[in-house]
Nanobody, 124 residues
């Protein structure tokens, strides 16, 4: 069993930055691929970014590419989502997730463990 605890989030003006953290407790963190999703009110869960278990491979949705960066620190059992140049359309609850599946994991059904979510609100 893996428990994911998120921190970060908050309110920021357009053009600002935030960093989200996702810390894992339980089984070896380094065995899992990690992903980030977001969910705006009334919408489904949208893929944001993923990082491989080795940390060598990352993949982003077109809507955040060039603005967001995902990274991981296995010594701290934590992965991060650095979000720059935030825009009002980025407003959502952001969730981290973990999976032992292989490949580029962009579907929520690929993931087995989820964080509690963090609200990100971007004002114009």
């Amino acid at each position: 069993q893996v428990q994911l605890v998120q921190s970060g989030g908050g309110l920021v003006q357009a053009g600002g930055s935030l960093r989200l953290s996702c810390t894992a407790a339980g089984r070896a963190f380094s065995n899992y691929n990690k992903g980030w999703f977001r969910q705006a009110p009334g919408k489904g869960r949208e893929f944001v970014a993923t990082i491989s278990r080795s940390g060598d491979s990352t993949y982003y949705s077109d809507s955040v590419k060039g603005r967001f960066t995902v990274s991981r620190d296995d010594n701290e059992n934590t992965d991060y989502l650095q979000m720059n140049n935030l825009q009002p359309e980025d407003t959502a609850v952001y969730l981290c997730a973990a999976s032992w599946n292989t490949g580029t994991l962009t579907d929520p059904s690929d993931y087995f463990y989820w964080g509690q979510g963090a609200q990100v609100t971007v004002s114009s």
